[in-house]
Protein backbone atom coordinates (compact mmCIF):
# COMPACT_ATOMS: atom_id res chain seq x y z
CA UNK A 1 0.00 0.00 0.00
CA UNK A 2 2.96 2.14 0.95
CA UNK A 3 5.46 2.75 -1.36
CA UNK A 4 9.04 2.68 0.08
CA UNK A 5 11.34 6.05 -0.34
CA UNK A 6 14.40 5.66 -2.59
CA UNK A 7 17.43 5.88 -0.94
CA UNK A 8 19.42 9.10 -1.09
CA UNK A 9 21.42 9.73 -3.98
CA UNK A 10 24.86 9.71 -3.19
CA UNK A 11 26.04 12.96 -1.99
CA UNK A 12 29.61 14.87 -2.80
CA UNK A 13 32.26 15.20 -0.46
CA UNK A 14 30.79 18.72 0.61
CA UNK A 15 27.78 17.83 1.35
CA UNK A 16 28.55 14.70 3.36
CA UNK A 17 30.20 16.77 5.38
CA UNK A 18 28.34 19.43 5.96
CA UNK A 19 25.72 16.84 7.18
CA UNK A 20 28.53 15.09 9.63
CA UNK A 21 28.66 18.18 11.25
CA UNK A 22 24.95 18.79 11.37
CA UNK A 23 24.75 15.54 13.46
CA UNK A 24 27.54 16.43 15.79
CA UNK A 25 25.80 19.60 16.87
CA UNK A 26 22.84 17.80 16.88
CA UNK A 27 24.43 15.21 19.68
CA UNK A 28 26.10 18.41 21.59
CA UNK A 29 22.75 20.08 22.21
CA UNK A 30 21.38 16.74 23.06
CA UNK A 31 24.05 15.89 25.91
CA UNK A 32 23.50 19.91 27.19
CA UNK A 33 19.66 19.61 27.47
CA UNK A 34 20.25 16.26 29.26
CA UNK A 35 23.36 17.63 31.47
CA UNK A 36 20.78 20.71 32.54
CA UNK A 37 17.98 18.22 32.70
CA UNK A 38 19.96 16.54 35.34
CA UNK A 39 20.62 19.89 37.37
CA UNK A 40 17.29 20.92 37.89
CA UNK A 41 17.47 23.37 34.76
CA UNK A 42 14.90 23.66 31.95
CA UNK A 43 16.36 23.64 28.44
CA UNK A 44 16.60 26.69 26.76
CA UNK A 45 14.24 26.65 23.80
CA UNK A 46 15.52 29.62 21.95
CA UNK A 47 17.83 31.69 21.11
CA UNK A 48 15.50 34.92 22.82
CA UNK A 49 15.26 32.66 25.64
CA UNK A 50 18.81 32.32 26.20
CA UNK A 51 19.86 36.15 25.83
CA UNK A 52 16.95 37.13 28.69
CA UNK A 53 18.77 34.46 30.68
CA UNK A 54 22.12 35.98 29.44
CA UNK A 55 21.06 39.31 30.74
CA UNK A 56 18.78 38.54 34.28
CA UNK A 57 21.96 36.97 35.38
CA UNK A 58 24.35 39.46 34.71
CA UNK A 59 21.69 42.02 36.48
CA UNK A 60 21.69 39.69 39.45
CA UNK A 61 25.59 39.64 39.88
CA UNK A 62 25.65 43.18 39.89
CA UNK A 63 22.65 43.73 42.31
CA UNK A 64 25.24 41.02 44.53
CA UNK A 65 28.24 43.04 44.15
CA UNK A 66 26.10 46.27 44.94
CA UNK A 67 24.99 44.11 48.42
CA UNK A 68 28.38 43.17 48.78
CA UNK A 69 29.74 46.63 48.11
CA UNK A 70 27.36 48.41 50.61
CA UNK A 71 27.70 46.03 53.50
CA UNK A 72 31.35 46.52 53.02
CA UNK A 73 31.08 50.08 53.31
CA UNK A 74 29.12 50.18 56.38
CA UNK A 75 31.29 47.41 58.03
CA UNK A 76 34.17 49.50 57.47
CA UNK A 77 32.47 52.70 59.00
CA UNK A 78 31.24 50.52 61.73
CA UNK A 79 35.04 49.08 62.17
CA UNK A 80 36.31 52.12 61.84
CA UNK A 81 33.64 54.39 64.73
CA UNK A 82 34.82 51.63 67.19
CA UNK A 83 38.05 51.88 66.33
CA UNK A 84 37.78 56.01 66.78
CA UNK A 85 35.61 55.61 70.16
CA UNK A 86 38.59 52.99 71.73
CA UNK A 87 40.76 55.72 70.69
CA UNK A 88 39.12 58.82 72.30
CA UNK A 89 38.35 56.83 75.23
CA UNK A 90 42.22 56.23 75.77
CA UNK A 91 43.04 60.00 74.83
CA UNK A 92 40.54 60.79 77.58
CA UNK A 93 41.63 58.10 80.08
CA UNK A 94 44.87 59.75 79.89
CA UNK A 95 44.24 63.25 80.61
CA UNK A 96 43.53 65.40 83.78
CA UNK A 97 39.68 65.76 82.56
CA UNK A 98 39.20 61.63 83.61
CA UNK A 99 40.35 62.52 87.40
CA UNK A 100 39.66 64.41 90.23
CA UNK A 101 41.48 67.44 91.15
CA UNK A 102 40.03 68.23 94.27
CA UNK A 103 38.23 67.26 97.32
CA UNK A 104 36.36 69.76 99.78
CA UNK A 105 34.49 70.03 102.27
CA UNK A 106 31.68 72.70 103.49
CA UNK A 107 28.69 72.92 106.22
CA UNK A 108 31.11 71.55 108.83
CA UNK A 109 31.91 73.07 112.12
CA UNK A 110 32.55 71.21 114.95
CA UNK A 111 33.55 68.13 112.70
CA UNK A 112 36.98 67.96 111.10
CA UNK A 113 37.36 68.34 107.50
CA UNK A 114 40.27 66.02 107.02
CA UNK A 115 38.27 63.37 109.01
CA UNK A 116 34.95 63.64 106.64
CA UNK A 117 38.11 63.07 103.54
CA UNK A 118 39.41 60.41 104.57
CA UNK A 119 36.38 58.23 105.67
CA UNK A 120 35.33 59.27 101.72
CA UNK A 121 38.00 57.73 100.73
CA UNK A 122 38.02 60.14 97.94
CA UNK A 123 41.63 60.99 96.46
CA UNK A 124 42.96 63.46 94.20
CA UNK A 125 43.19 61.99 90.75
CA UNK A 126 40.62 58.76 90.86
CA UNK A 127 38.70 58.53 88.14
CA UNK A 128 35.64 60.86 88.19
CA UNK A 129 33.28 58.19 85.76
CA UNK A 130 33.35 56.20 89.55
CA UNK A 131 32.07 59.14 91.64
CA UNK A 132 28.31 58.34 90.11
CA UNK A 133 28.64 54.87 90.44
CA UNK A 134 30.16 54.99 94.47
CA UNK A 135 27.85 58.62 95.06
CA UNK A 136 25.20 56.48 97.77
CA UNK A 137 27.72 54.18 99.54
CA UNK A 138 30.03 57.62 100.29
CA UNK A 139 27.44 59.39 101.15
CA UNK A 140 26.34 56.58 103.89
CA UNK A 141 29.36 55.67 104.86
CA UNK A 142 30.51 59.13 105.99
CA UNK A 143 27.48 59.56 107.92
CA UNK A 144 27.93 56.64 109.57
CA UNK A 145 31.08 57.10 111.15
CA UNK A 146 30.17 60.46 112.81
CA UNK A 147 26.81 60.46 114.71
CA UNK A 148 27.46 64.33 114.59
CA UNK A 149 26.46 64.45 110.96
CA UNK A 150 22.93 65.25 109.96
CA UNK A 151 23.61 64.99 106.00
CA UNK A 152 26.07 64.11 103.81
CA UNK A 153 25.35 65.14 99.89
CA UNK A 154 28.48 64.78 97.42
CA UNK A 155 28.14 66.89 94.74
CA UNK A 156 30.51 67.16 91.72
CA UNK A 157 31.84 70.74 90.94
CA UNK A 158 33.34 72.49 87.86
CA UNK A 159 36.74 71.98 86.46
CA UNK A 160 36.49 68.22 88.12
CA UNK A 161 35.99 69.56 92.19
CA UNK A 162 34.23 67.10 94.58
CA UNK A 163 32.46 68.60 97.29
CA UNK A 164 30.86 66.77 100.03
CA UNK A 165 28.73 68.98 101.93
CA UNK A 166 27.18 67.90 105.44
CA UNK A 167 24.84 69.37 107.67
CA UNK A 168 25.79 68.90 111.68
CA UNK A 169 24.04 68.00 114.63
CA UNK A 170 27.14 68.37 117.01
CA UNK A 171 26.74 68.27 120.93
CA UNK A 172 26.88 71.70 121.77
CA UNK A 173 26.98 71.15 125.85
CA UNK A 174 25.69 69.35 128.79
CA UNK A 175 22.27 69.87 130.87
CA UNK A 176 21.05 69.17 134.30
CA UNK A 177 17.95 66.82 134.72
CA UNK A 178 17.50 65.64 138.49
CA UNK A 179 21.11 66.01 139.75
CA UNK A 180 22.80 64.12 136.29
CA UNK A 181 24.18 65.73 133.58
CA UNK A 182 22.97 64.65 129.76
CA UNK A 183 24.64 66.39 126.66
CA UNK A 184 22.29 67.89 124.17
CA UNK A 185 22.59 68.55 120.78
CA UNK A 186 22.06 71.39 118.22
CA UNK A 187 18.78 70.60 117.64
CA UNK A 188 17.91 70.72 121.32
CA UNK A 189 17.59 66.63 121.66
CA UNK A 190 19.06 65.48 124.67
CA UNK A 191 20.94 62.08 124.76
CA UNK A 192 19.27 59.72 127.08
CA UNK A 193 22.89 58.64 127.92
CA UNK A 194 24.39 60.17 131.04
CA UNK A 195 26.99 61.11 133.78
CA UNK A 196 27.28 61.87 136.94
CA UNK A 197 29.93 64.92 135.95
CA UNK A 198 30.45 66.69 133.15
CA UNK A 199 33.70 65.65 131.73
CA UNK A 200 35.25 68.79 130.77
CA UNK A 201 35.29 68.96 126.78
CA UNK A 202 31.71 71.13 127.06
CA UNK A 203 30.33 73.54 128.80
CA UNK A 204 27.39 72.89 131.08
CA UNK A 205 24.44 74.95 130.57
CA UNK A 206 22.30 76.17 134.06
CA UNK A 207 19.07 77.43 134.61
CA UNK A 208 17.27 77.12 131.44
CA UNK A 209 13.63 76.07 132.66
CA UNK A 210 12.00 74.99 129.26
CA UNK A 211 13.00 73.13 125.65
CA UNK A 212 11.96 76.73 123.80
CA UNK A 213 14.84 78.40 126.04
CA UNK A 214 17.34 76.47 125.25
CA UNK A 215 16.34 75.86 121.43
CA UNK A 216 16.04 79.77 121.07
CA UNK A 217 19.93 79.75 122.71
CA UNK A 218 21.48 76.43 120.79
CA UNK A 219 20.47 78.33 117.59
CA UNK A 220 22.37 80.98 118.22
CA UNK A 221 25.07 79.18 120.28
CA UNK A 222 25.84 76.48 117.56
CA UNK A 223 26.72 79.62 115.18
CA UNK A 224 30.02 81.23 117.52
CA UNK A 225 33.15 80.64 116.38
CA UNK A 226 34.78 77.13 117.36
CA UNK A 227 37.84 79.49 119.40
CA UNK A 228 35.03 81.16 121.66
CA UNK A 229 33.03 78.20 122.33
CA UNK A 230 35.83 75.87 123.63
CA UNK A 231 36.56 78.77 125.58
CA UNK A 232 33.30 79.02 127.32
CA UNK A 233 32.85 76.79 130.55
CA UNK A 234 29.67 77.63 131.56
CA UNK A 235 26.18 79.39 130.74
CA UNK A 236 23.65 80.59 133.38
CA UNK A 237 20.81 81.76 132.09
CA UNK A 238 20.01 84.54 135.00
CA UNK A 239 16.70 86.86 134.32
CA UNK A 240 16.33 90.09 135.94
CA UNK A 241 13.62 92.50 136.45
CA UNK A 242 14.94 94.41 133.99
CA UNK A 243 16.94 92.24 131.40
CA UNK A 244 14.37 89.31 131.42
CA UNK A 245 16.97 87.05 128.87
CA UNK A 246 20.46 88.11 130.51
CA UNK A 247 22.87 85.21 130.33
CA UNK A 248 26.39 84.64 131.61
CA UNK A 249 29.06 83.23 130.10
CA UNK A 250 32.13 81.79 132.65
CA UNK A 251 35.70 81.96 130.41
CA UNK A 252 37.63 79.25 130.73
CA UNK A 253 40.47 82.17 130.80
CA UNK A 254 38.70 83.27 134.47
CA UNK A 255 36.62 86.00 132.73
CA UNK A 256 33.01 86.61 132.78
CA UNK A 257 30.77 87.88 129.84
CA UNK A 258 27.65 89.49 130.69
CA UNK A 259 24.89 89.74 127.52
CA UNK A 260 21.27 89.12 126.38
CA UNK A 261 19.76 86.00 124.32
CA UNK A 262 19.30 89.03 121.64
CA UNK A 263 22.68 90.01 120.67
CA UNK A 264 25.07 87.83 122.35
CA UNK A 265 25.86 85.52 119.45
CA UNK A 266 26.68 88.39 116.76
CA UNK A 267 29.04 90.06 120.23
CA UNK A 268 30.51 87.14 121.25
CA UNK A 269 32.74 86.61 118.46
CA UNK A 270 34.88 89.58 119.90
CA UNK A 271 35.45 88.00 123.05
CA UNK A 272 39.26 86.91 121.85
CA UNK A 273 40.12 90.48 121.25
CA UNK A 274 38.51 91.96 123.68
CA UNK A 275 40.04 89.36 126.65
CA UNK A 276 43.09 90.08 124.49
CA UNK A 277 43.75 93.79 125.64
CA UNK A 278 42.28 92.95 129.00
CA UNK A 279 45.72 94.01 131.75
CA UNK A 280 43.59 91.60 134.52
CA UNK A 281 40.98 89.18 134.69
CA UNK A 282 37.56 90.75 135.27
CA UNK A 283 34.06 90.89 133.33
CA UNK A 284 32.92 91.59 129.67
CA UNK A 285 29.66 93.28 129.71
CA UNK A 286 28.11 93.22 126.26
CA UNK A 287 24.51 93.75 127.27
CA UNK A 288 24.83 97.48 126.03
CA UNK A 289 27.25 97.73 123.86
CA UNK A 290 30.88 96.58 124.80
CA UNK A 291 33.59 97.28 127.90
CA UNK A 292 34.79 95.60 130.06
CA UNK A 293 36.01 95.94 133.36
CA UNK A 294 38.40 94.44 136.34
CA UNK A 295 36.68 91.92 139.18
CA UNK A 296 38.89 95.04 141.63
CA UNK A 297 36.60 97.73 139.99
CA UNK A 298 33.58 95.95 140.87
CA UNK A 299 34.26 95.28 144.64
CA UNK A 300 35.16 98.91 145.06
CA UNK A 301 31.88 99.96 143.69
CA UNK A 302 30.39 97.60 145.87
CA UNK A 303 32.06 98.72 149.08
CA UNK A 304 31.37 102.24 147.46
CA UNK A 305 27.94 101.32 147.41
CA UNK A 306 27.58 99.97 150.63
CA UNK A 307 29.36 103.15 152.30
CA UNK A 308 26.77 105.34 150.43
CA UNK A 309 24.14 103.13 151.95
CA UNK A 310 25.69 103.55 155.89
CA UNK A 311 26.80 107.25 155.38
CA UNK A 312 23.12 107.92 154.36
CA UNK A 313 22.35 106.22 157.63
CA UNK A 314 24.31 108.02 159.50
CA UNK A 315 23.33 111.40 157.61
CA UNK A 316 19.60 111.08 158.37
CA UNK A 317 20.35 110.04 162.48
CA UNK A 318 22.65 113.16 162.57
CA UNK A 319 19.93 114.89 161.33
CA UNK A 320 17.02 113.50 163.12
CA UNK A 321 19.07 114.13 166.52
CA UNK A 322 19.54 117.78 165.71
CA UNK A 323 16.05 118.23 165.75
CA UNK A 324 15.63 116.20 168.53
CA UNK A 325 17.94 118.48 170.45
CA UNK A 326 16.12 121.55 169.09
CA UNK A 327 13.09 120.69 170.10
CA UNK A 328 14.13 119.98 173.95
CA UNK A 329 16.25 123.45 173.72
CA UNK A 330 12.52 124.80 172.55
CA UNK A 331 10.20 123.77 175.79
CA UNK A 332 12.60 125.72 178.61
CA UNK A 333 11.93 128.92 176.63
CA UNK A 334 8.21 128.11 176.16
CA UNK A 335 8.09 127.66 179.85
CA UNK A 336 9.94 131.26 180.61
CA UNK A 337 7.66 133.20 178.65
CA UNK A 338 4.46 131.95 180.27
CA UNK A 339 6.27 132.40 183.48
CA UNK A 340 7.19 135.85 182.95
CA UNK A 341 3.57 136.16 181.35
CA UNK A 342 1.96 135.12 185.01
CA UNK A 343 4.63 137.33 186.56
CA UNK A 344 3.53 140.59 184.77
CA UNK A 345 -0.33 139.57 185.46
CA UNK A 346 -0.17 138.99 189.16
CA UNK A 347 1.96 142.47 189.40
CA UNK A 348 -0.93 144.10 187.08
CA UNK A 349 -3.22 142.51 189.86
CA UNK A 350 -1.16 143.90 193.24
CA UNK A 351 -0.44 147.51 191.79
CA UNK A 352 -2.83 149.78 193.28
CA UNK A 353 -5.19 151.43 191.35
CA UNK A 354 -5.88 155.03 191.07
Known amino acids: MFKKKKKDTQLTPWAAYQAKQAKSKKSWRDIIRIHQAGNGHTPQKNVKENSNSNTNSVMSRLTANVKEF ?56 QFIFNLGLKKADIQKRVKKSNSDLKTVVVQKQKHNAVNIKVTENAVMGFVIRNGKYYTIRQDGNVIAVHNTQPNGKFPVFRNFTNDSQIKDFLSKYSTLPNEVQDSISEVDFAPTKITPTKLKFYMDDGNQVL ?38 MESEENELGATNVIDKGNTKNQIDSGLAKKKTKAKPKTNEL ?11 DLAPTN
Do not use: H
Open 338 to 348: KKTKKKTKKEN
Open 70 to 125: KLGRISWIVIGSIALILVLVGVFLLTPISRIQKVTVSGNKRVDSVQIVQKSNLEKN
Open 259 to 296: AVMRTFATKMKYYPGISASMKKKGIVDLEVGAFSYPYS
